[in-house]
């Protein structure tokens, strides 16, 4: 199994900035499709964004779509998630995640978490 650990995540104002990042090992990364879901107090969790082993395909959530931008750094054994234009909304515990395909992000192995508060 891969190991995932997040960072980057904090507490911004509205209409801020955040870049999260999360660090593989274990295995071969390029191996992996790579998502990022949230989870807000008290709500289900829900897909953010995902992208494809070679980094040439990605997908979005229509909440953050224009405004959030998943990227990989293979070299680095590395997936990151730049958020701009923060809403309140946005607020939750970010999981960075690691599976052979997209079909399965949801079964593969997760990070910890990592908290962003976005203040109003």
């Known amino acids: 199994q891969v190991q995932l650990v997040e960072s980057g995540g904090g507490l911004v104002q509205t209409g801020g900035s955040l870049r999260l990042s999360c660090a593989a090992s274990g295995r071969t990364f390029s191996n992996y499709a790579m998502g990022w879901f949230r989870q807000a107090p008290g709500k289900e969790r829900e897909f953010v964004a995902a992208i494809s082993r070679a980094g040439t395909s990605t997908y979005y959530a229509d909440s953050v779509k224009g405004r959030f931008t998943i990227s990989r750094d293979n070299a680095k054994n590395t997936v990151y998630l730049q958020m701009n234009s923060l809403k309140p909304e946005d607020t939750a515990v970010y999981y960075c995640?690691?599976?052979?395909?997209?079909?399965?992000?949801?079964?593969?192995?997760w990070g910890q978490g990592t908290q962003v508060t976005v203040s109003s």
């Open positions: 995640v690691a599976a052979p395909n997209f079909a399965t992000l949801e079964s593969g192995s």
